[in-house]
């Protein structure tokens, strides 16, 4: 048997639609992030390896159209995954 155990830092992005000014949507994305954060720990994550991030509108994963709905795919969250140390440990069957 072999069991891997990786290490990994995460980012967790928060991304808004253009709605309100842009202090109130980096605001919201950053709570956005910071929820999922909180998640995460409260599943035994490390606190110190997740940092959040908020966008607001500035990177918009498609472009602007008019009318709240059809930009419903710019308000999300991307988590990002930096591998720090894999390690493997072969296991011998008992």
Do not use: C
Request: aromatic share 8%; no cysteine; hydrophobic share 35%.
């Amino acid at each position: 048997m072999l069991l891997l155990v990786i290490n990994l830092n995460i980012l967790i992005e928060g991304h808004t639609v253009k709605v309100v000014n842009e202090k109130s949507n980096i605001q919201l994305s950053n709570d956005r992030a910071n929820s999922l954060k909180k998640y995460f720990i409260g599943q035994e994550s490390k606190k110190n390896r997740i940092t959040t991030e908020g966008f607001g509108w500035s990177n918009p994963a498609y472009p602007y159209q008019k009318g709240q709905i059809k930009n419903m795919p710019n308000r999300r969250l991307e988590i990002i995954l930096h591998l720090i140390k894999l390690n493997y440990k072969i296991l011998k069957n008992k």
